[in-house]
């Protein structure tokens, strides 16, 4: 991720704002692999989900592209859409879901039946999904998907800094999560 | 970072790596539902456009409201001004020609608000949350106006804007898309046959009182 537009990017967006729908496709060809890739993790590797939160960016982002000052990549812009939608969809499916299980846990009240211990790989699963928000996402960019902490900044808009100091809390919350396996990278 | 920071850290990547991949995403799949959002938000846009002019006109209702009521109250004002004022829907009897006004503003005012019902979910899931509820505040500051006119002289109309009132108050505090606050307040409108009351008091006519309907 540069810094700002390139030419050919300002150009394509200039072709969007004009109306050019083979632009929006263009423009829409560039990105949607990593918006989509961004949008499944933080979706917790829901493939629906995810589906659902690269659409509401692009819808978003062709709405607001005349808003796009061009003070950073057009990727960045992009990716910062797809934080914001994937954090607020998110909100919701966790709100969603939180309402759900109170039903149920009242439907198989007597019945509820202890499941077997979740593996290393599966808690280490539900370990970055109970993540805060603001840790989760810097773990995911960086650690997953490999973004810098300069480039997390950006899409963030905070502080690189900002973005380590997180990395390392997300980090340390996910090792009290697995401290029961401790033996396996102790050794 | 410790040694065992990073022994962690190490390890924490390994067990990154052997988790599954992100799958291809569909991208025409992606691509036409985008463009079916699109179509259909500018229909919404479009649609909002259209109403843009009633709701000017509805601000335009409630300042005349509000210099009308305001009128009224200070003809109104009870000798003994120690006494509680009564409420305009109370005041003293006017002619037929002197409520027709009002009348008319309520039935104005009732097709707009109808028209805010009917189509405020689907505005909201197309991500138009924020002028619903701008435009559900408009139309609550006009019930609450009319609810203090003489247009709420009548019982049926008087009930039909207090739950009005409840409805709109719901929809102007709306700040997301949220399922199921959505359908708690469709569920409130449903229950109060908001929508049926609206239809029958405006299909009776500005004049219906007037006519001993």
């Given amino acids: 991720m540069s810094t700002g537009p390139g030419l050919d990017e300002k150009l394509l967006i ?19 692999d990593r918006v989509y890739r961004l949008c499944y993790r933080m979706a917790n590797g829901d493939a629906d989900l995810a589906q659902d939160f690269t659409q509401e960016s692009f819808v978003r982002a062709f709405d607001r592209l005349g808003d796009f000052r061009g003070e950073a990549a057009l990727s960045t812009w992009l990716h910062s859409i797809a ?104 050794t | 970072m410790t040694k065992d920071d990073e022994k962690f850290t190490e390890f924490l990547h390994e067990l990154l790596e052997e ?59 009870p000798e003994d001004s120690t006494r509680p004022v009564a409420r305009t829907t109370r005041g003293p009897t006017m002619s037929d020609a002197e409520m027709l006004p009002y009348r008319l503003a309520a039935q104005q005012h009732l097709t707009r608000t109808e028209a805010l019902l009917t189509g405020y979910v689907r505005d909201v899931q197309s991500g138009r949350t924020r002028e619903v509820a701008s435009w559900a505040q408009d139309l609550l500051i006009n019930t609450r106006l009319l609810r203090d006119s003489p247009a709420a002289r009548d019982p049926e109309t008087a009930r039909l804007l207090e739950d009005l009132e409840l409805h709109l108050a719901q929809i102007a505090n709306l700040s997301g898309s949220d399922a199921d606050e959505l359908v708690m307040i469709q569920q409130s409108i449903e229950r109060n046959n908001m929508l049926l009351r609206l239809r029958a008091a405006t299909a009776s006519g500005p004049a219906a009182g007037i006519r001993g309907e």
């Fill in chain 2, 19 to 77: 988790m599954p991949d992100v799958p291809e995403p569909p991208r025409e799949e992606i691509w036409a539902r985008i463009e079916e959002a699109r179509r259909e938000r500018r229909s919404q846009a479009s649609l909002f456009r259209r109403r843009g002019p009633l709701i000017g006109w509805g601000l335009g209702l409630a300042a005349t409201l509000v210099l009308g009521i305001g009128l009224g109250r200070m003809l109104n004002q």
């Fill in chain 1, 83 to 186: 934080v914001s939608v994937a954090l607020n969809g998110m909100r919701n499916v966790k709100r969603h879901r939180e309402r759900e299980t109170e039903l149920d846990g009242v439907r198989e009240m007597g019945s509820a039946t202890r499941h077997a211990e979740p593996d290393l790989k599966q808690r280490l699963r539900g370990a970055i999904e109970a993540l805060p928000e603001r840790y989760k996402v810097v773990f995911v960019m960086y650690d997953v998907e490999g973004y810098t902490h300069e480039e997390i900044g950006r899409v963030l808009d905070m502080p690189a800094g900002t973005s380590k100091a997180r990395l390392s809390r997300a980090r340390a919350k996910l090792r009290e999560a697995l401290a029961e396996f401790a033996g396996e990278w102790a």
């Fill in chain 1, 14 to 32: 200039r072709r969007v704002l004009a109306g050019d729908a083979s632009a929006e496709r263009e423009l829409y060809d560039q990105h949607v």
